[in-house]
């Protein structure tokens, strides 16, 4: 598929991007800020998935991720959770991610 003709609006990270941020070599994170420098260039939403920690979320809004989600914003939610909130709030994007630089666990 041309992605020119139809553009994604977000484009989710894998977990893989994120797990050992805190501990990955300077390659790796310089490669994950210029993945994240052709994202915005494109004018897509990034979203760094499996974010478990505060330090996770940290290192994703210093990368330059618009969203993320994971563990440390909430747990998964049976279907009827995920009815009943997207029936009830405005949409501004996926509800289960979390825009990092207000990025507070909801425990």
Not at 7 to 14: E, I, S, V
Not at 65 to 84: E, H, I, N, V
Request: glycine residues 4%; aromatic residues 10%; contains cysteine.
């Amino acid at each position: 598929m041309n992605c020119s003709r139809f553009p994604p609006r977000y484009l989710k990270f894998d977990l893989s991007f994120v797990r050992g941020l805190e501990n990955a070599s300077r390659l790796h994170r310089t490669s994950v800020r210029a993945l994240l420098n052709m994202v915005r260039d494109l004018e897509v939403i990034s979203l760094a998935e499996g974010v478990e920690t505060q330090t996770q979320a940290d290192l994703c809004a210093e990368l330059g991720f618009d969203t993320a989600q994971g563990y440390f914003f909430d747990r998964p939610q049976p279907l009827s959770y995920w009815q009943k909130t997207m029936l009830s709030t405005p949409q501004d994007g996926p509800a289960e991610t979390q825009r990092i630089p207000n990025s507070s666990p909801n425990r």
